[in-house]
């Protein structure tokens, strides 16, 4: 990483295009693809349609970062998307989302991947019957405590991270081209569009978190084009690991295989390897999961650092350490939240999905406002510098804001209590903005 010092109280430009490229894949590449698969195979006609689904995600995925890529290069704030829906929608607006952020978005997320971590540390190395949630807890806190102590330190643990995550891929991918071929079976019946539709919001579930490199867009030592090369590089990265992982469980499970399976990787494994291979599979996915809670928590708690230097109510979580460069208050207030929602999910009795309902709704609301903010933005600012403009305007930023809408409904369609609670939540966010007072006036 590049030294590049900032001014005090102010994030210093320490992140290359390479720790920005490890952040994204780290965050994206999660404990999805050791499950959706198998619901994807199901959910498909054929082999050819289960990777062409994967190619349409990465191809949705790369029109978002696209879209991304020009607001992040133009704007550049700690604040992400806090900062561009302020610019287009107003303080107000901007501090509901930084609202639904520090206590639904990103602190759900990372209670649900918390699950994910502690469900596996409890199959290696159980401790009694709350064996899960104490992993949960303790992750958080550990990897809060890094960052705590800088954002270089962060960062660092990240890159390791990502690499021992893409190697573990990498082993299923190998353990599925050398396992014997399962023999061919029928296709599992699927029923038209409606199917593909639930293949599709699968796939782009497992694509999802790319956007969070905005968050660190202020702190690129690079060129003000450095986050597109990282958010296009590292989509790339992705969609060519989760192809070549699935073309693995196809060569070893066959598409029946992978449908029926409860744990594809694991299966996998087996099939090339026998038991040990099967139990390795918890450590490659406690890996890939605590590579996912790093990176959130790296980005999670600058949006709050950006609403706290806007609203002087918030003052408080507007403080950024010159020592380490990190927003050490909203972090703070972010791993409370965080490890106060993995007590809720572990008293609901079904802490991941609960987290899921919790979280889905609310993320692609504001994901769908991200996206309509490009042209009110270009609307709003048309002489401002564009580093970076998405190509194909309007039409790439329309079909991404159209692929955010049909997930808002899709997470919508069926609501649960988790949802309900989520939506509740920024209900209360919305109250709580009218007794703010007034947005301090800097630049």
């Known amino acids: 990483m590049s030294e590049h010092t900032g001014a005090a109280g102010t994030p210093a430009r320490v992140l290359s295009v390479k720790d920005v490229v490890m952040l994204a894949v780290g965050v994206v590449v999660g404990a999805g693809i050791f499950k959706a698969p198998s619901l994807v195979a199901g959910a498909t006609s054929s082999e050819a349609m289960l990777i062409f689904a994967w190619i349409l995600g990465g191809a949705i995925t790369m029109i978002g970062a696209l879209t991304y890529a020009e607001l992040a290069s133009t704007f550049p704030s700690a604040g992400g998307d806090y900062h561009f829906l302020n610019l287009a929608y107003g303080r107000r607006f901007a501090f509901l989302f930084a609202w639904a952020r520090a206590t639904v978005i990103t602190t759900g997320s990372i209670a649900l991947l918390a699950f994910v971590f502690g469900d596996y540390c409890a199959q290696l190395f ?68 409606a199917a593909f539709g639930f293949a599709m919001v699968m796939v782009l579930l497992t694509f999802g978190g790319w956007n969070e490199v905005a968050y660190v867009s202020a702190e690129m030592s690079s060129d003000k084009r450095g986050i597109a090369r990282a958010l296009i590089i590292s989509i790339l990265v992705v969609t060519a690991i989760y192809l070549l992982v699935n073309l693995a469980y196809l060569n070893a499970l066959g598409q029946a295989g992978m449908a029926k399976s409860n744990a594809v990787a694991a299966d996998v494994l087996k099939a090339a390897f026998g038991d040990w291979g099967a139990r390795a599979i918890s450590v490659i996915v406690a890996i890939a999961t605590l590579t996912s809670i790093n990176s959130t928590l790296i980005v999670g708690a600058r949006s709050s650092y950006a609403a706290g230097r806007d609203w002087p109510a918030l003052r408080f979580l507007g403080s950024w350490s010159a ?121």
């Open 126 to 193: 159980p401790i009694g019957p709350y064996s899960s949630p104490f992993y949960a807890c303790l992750v958080v806190i550990v990897l809060s405590a890094i960052h705590w102590i800088s954002t270089r330190a962060s960062s660092t643990t990240q890159n390791w991270l990502t690499v021992l995550e893409v190697g573990g891929l990498v082993l299923v991918a190998i353990a599925g081209f050398v396992a014997t071929p399962s023999a061919a079976a029928p296709a599992p019946a699927v029923s038209g569009n």
């Open 323 to 443: 020592q380490g460069s990190t927003p050490r208050h909203a972090l703070l207030v972010q791993m409370t939240i965080a490890i106060a929602l993995i007590i809720l999910g572990t008293m609901t009795r079904k802490g991941f999905e609960t987290m899921v309902d919790y979280t889905a709704p609310v993320f692609w609301f504001f994901f769908l406002l991200a996206g309509l903010s490009v042209f009110v933005l270009r609307a709003r600012y048309p002489d401002a510098e564009r580093p970076f403009r998405v190509p194909l305007y309007p039409v790439l930023p329309a079909l991404f804001c159209c692929a955010c809408a049909w997930l808002l409904y899709s997470s919508l369609a069926y609501v649960k209590t988790g949802a309900m609670f989520g939506l509740g939540l920024l209900a209360v966010g919305a109250v709580v903005s009218l007794f703010l007072g007034r947005p301090s006036r800097r630049s």
